[in-house]
């Protein structure tokens, strides 16, 4: 990969142009970065980002959910990134970071924009089912409402929405496929959905495709990237769209507010909206590129896709009503068993 024409101006003006003293601070103290993503995703990305520009980085790995609440505690905050997490789990925190608008904004696919000024969209990561084929027998699933199946009580991964944010996706669009305009009926839809899981709420977005993978649950809830991944592994596997309809919801990459470093956390976001790093994660990555000029290169499966709505108006609810709600669905479930 590398940085060329607009964002390699970019990256010059910031760092030479007028920010002497800038400079010096950002030399003496590594970039910190919160991310949810895995290592093994970061990694050539920190490190093709460190080489191009000589800025050291710093990565603390952790969930959205903890790391969200790390930022909300912290202070001053010792990070200046937080890379990872859907916008629809950073939206209402808008009080932990500092509003920026990146240099390529236009080369992004419209319905992917910072129009709120504080989340530049990442990449693309439709929410998908995770089969084991040994286990499903002569089972059928194509989407959520397979999983009311008496036959999958207890073999269903799903992490608590409230510390991943794919699992926070997977609710969202359970409420908006299964709901449709009722909303009470999606929620219906998810108190028989926990009555299923028989108890097993987990811990991390991890645990769902790895339990699946392991042979410790029929189906598990993730999303597109971690399930390529495991097919990729050559285990007992395959990625069911769903047909009742797939909510694909971009990750972002966020500026800390109390950032020391914020030259080189602009610089940051620069390099992750790339052509050349988003043409890198495309290929190597499994993901899906928000870019207009990056195309999947790889063979993706069919998505019943959930029309795009503006992040702000999908629900009326605010993320802690909704997660108020889904745990007194998950109570009941537990009372009921």
């Known amino acids: 990969m590398k940085i060329r024409g607009l964002i390699y101006f970019f990256i010059c003006a910031l760092l030479f142009a007028g920010c002497s003293g800038q400079r010096a601070e950002n030399e003496q103290t590594a970039l910190v970065i919160y991310s949810s993503h895995p290592q093994s995703f970061v990694q050539p990305l920190v490190d093709e980002f460190e080489r191009q520009t000589g800025i050291a980085v710093q990565v603390v790995h952790g969930s ?42 236009e080369m992004l696919q419209p319905w992917f924009r910072n129009n709120e000024g504080f989340m530049t969209r990442f990449t693309n990561v439709p929410s998908v089912l995770l089969v084991n084929t040994n286990l499903l027998g002569d089972m059928e699933i194509h989407g959520y409402a397979d999983l009311l199946s008496p036959r999958l009580q207890g073999k269903i991964a799903f992490a608590d929405p409230a510390g991943s944010s794919s699992a926070y996706e997977h609710l969202l669009n359970m409420l908006a496929v299964m709901g449709q305009a009722d909303r009470e009926q999606g929620w219906q839809y998810v108190q028989s959905f926990c009555q299923n899981l028989d108890g097993k709420l987990l811990d991390s977005s991890a645990a769902v495709y790895e339990g699946v993978t392991k042979g410790q649950f029929v189906v598990g809830c993730t999303f597109e990237e971690a399930a390529m991944q495991e097919a990729a592994k050559g285990g007992p596997v395959k ?15 966020y500026i800390v507010r109390q950032t020391k470093n914020l030259t080189a956390a602009q610089t940051f976001v620069e390099f ?13 990555l499994h993901r899906r590129s928000v870019r207009l000029d990056v195309l999947p290169l790889d063979e993706r499966g069919f998505m019943f896709a959930v029309p795009q709505q503006d992040w702000g108006a999908r629900h009326t609810e605010s993320r802690e009503e909704l997660l108020q709600r889904f745990r007194r669905c998950y109570a009941l479930s537990e009372g009921g068993n």
């Open 64 to 105: 959205t959910g903890e790391l969200l609440a790390r930022l909300a505690k912290e202070e001053p905050s010792k990070a200046d990134i937080l890379w990872g997490g859907a916008i629809s789990t950073v939206a209402e925190k808008s009080e932990l970071f500092v509003p920026y608008t990146s240099t390529q904004e």
């Open 272 to 284: 992750a909206v790339s052509r050349e790093a988003q043409k890198y994660i495309a290929s190597h």
């Open 239 to 253: 990625i069911v769209y769903m047909t009742d309809g797939v909510m694909s919801e971009p990750d972002g990459v």
